[in-house]
């Protein structure tokens, strides 16, 4: 089946099987690999990717669901050696151990702060309960997301 | 895990997918948001020959004030209950109960219908659609009809909509100024309910539970003893009664049975019951 999605900015046209799932669709055949598999039973969020600007896990959603849909993933993120805001917050604050949650932590957290521009540490906790971190970072990690949000341009995409 | 192979339809408005389910009868399945039935077919627990997908059609994605009701497209989003102001006015534990499904990227892709098409008793909505009488409309070959939530669920993840037919619309009685309460008890934030409860006081109560049978429950005696004037902890008393609710990883039967009385006595004295 024909799909056309627009994935970090770059307009894809592929002939997948209709089984094929969105994370595969990023990783195997666009051929971006940040977006990482983690449970493949839409738990642990590692998958997160932003689809037309919300979070969602694409390890549950069809690449041919997102045909036609704008897609981005963590490797729009930074522009050269410049980190995105939140990425930058996540080096700043340590808001990562072994790093495998990351790409779907940032992504989830970019979503939140879309929603919540100034959220409160509980908006924080309770926006990122989609994403697990089995270093269990957690603390970090919320910090990172509440210092992303005082910086300029924390909720844009430039893809 | 990947789904068993299928032939994929991307519907074009509801009368193609009517179109595509009067073609392809019980072999099809309707996608909707799919974040209750691809995990299914990645566990290859279901393996319908035919998904049709319906997830896109903006036709069924609105919340409408229809007078007496809020008229709720079926692909509504729960992130778009969750944020609709006339919910939050006229049936805030709708919204409230939507903002606390799945986590935030499962709200972004479940849909109100969907949910309740799908029929599982573990799901938060069914048991809001029960306690707040809520009503469905349902289109199919022979035109559109509507069935009270009362006779929706049939069995475990059976609903009256039939092979040929599509949940379209979802109507919910206004009650601006009901008490009203949605309690659930999980053992992590984005998990299935281990049992829940969903109460509406507009005059009388309407009560249902979360996965406490093999489909959405009204809990009828605790609505009989509060009909008959029994306090919220007297009726929350009975809120197990007739109930047969499975044992699994996450709880026996009987702790089941101890958070439904629990729970409902919550859920009554926040709504005031």
Known sequence: MHVSPTVNGTTQAHDVEPRLLLVHYLRDVVGLTATNVGCDTSSCGACTVLLDGESVKSCTVLAVQADGAEIVTVEALARDDELHPVQQAFRENHGLQCGYCTPGMVMAALSLLREHPDPTEEEVREGLEGNLCRCTGYHNIVKAVLAAAGMPGATGVRA | ?273
Not at chain 2, 137 to 160: H, I, K, N, S, Y
């Open chain 2, 1 to 273: 895990m990947i789904p068993a192979p299928f032939d994929f339809v991307r519907a074009s408005s509801v009368d193609d997918a009517l179109a595509a389910l009067a073609e392809h009868g019980d072999e099809a399945k309707l996608l909707a948001g799919g974040h209750s039935l691809l995990p299914l077919m990645k566990l290859r627990l279901a393996t319908p020959a035919v998904l049709v997908d319906v997830g896109h059609l903006g036709e069924l994605s609105y919340v409408e004030d229809g007078g007496d009701h809020a008229a709720i497209g079926a692909l509504t989003r729960h992130r778009a209950l969750e944020t609709s102001d006339l919910l939050r006015r006229e049936a805030p534990i709708l919204p409230a109960a939507a903002a606390t499904v799945g986590d935030p990227q499962v709200r972004h892709r479940g849909t109100l219908g969907g949910s309740l098409a799908h029929g599982d008793p573990a799901s938060d909505l069914p048991a809001v659609a029960l306690a707040l009488r809520a009503t469905m409309v349902v289109r199919g070959p022979q035109g559109e009809r509507e069935v009270p939530a009362d006779e929706f669920f049939r069995g475990f993840l059976e609903t009256a909509v039939g092979p040929d037919e599509m949940l379209t619309e979802v109507r919910v009685p206004k009650v601006a100024g009901a008490g009203w309460a949605f309690e659930k008890f999980t053992r992590r934030s984005q998990d299935w309910a281990i049992v829940g409860v969903a109460a509406v006081h507009n005059g009388s109560t309407g009560v249902a539970l979360v996965n406490m049978g093999p489909v959405p429950l009204r809990a009828t005696a605790v609505q009989a003893a509060l009909a008959a004037g029994a306090t919220a902890a007297d009726a929350a008393a009975v809120a197990d009664e007739g109930m047969d609710p499975s044992a699994d990883l996450h709880a026996d039967a009987d702790y089941r049975r101890h958070l439904a009385r629990v729970l409902v006595r919550r859920a009554l004295e926040r709504a005031g019951a």
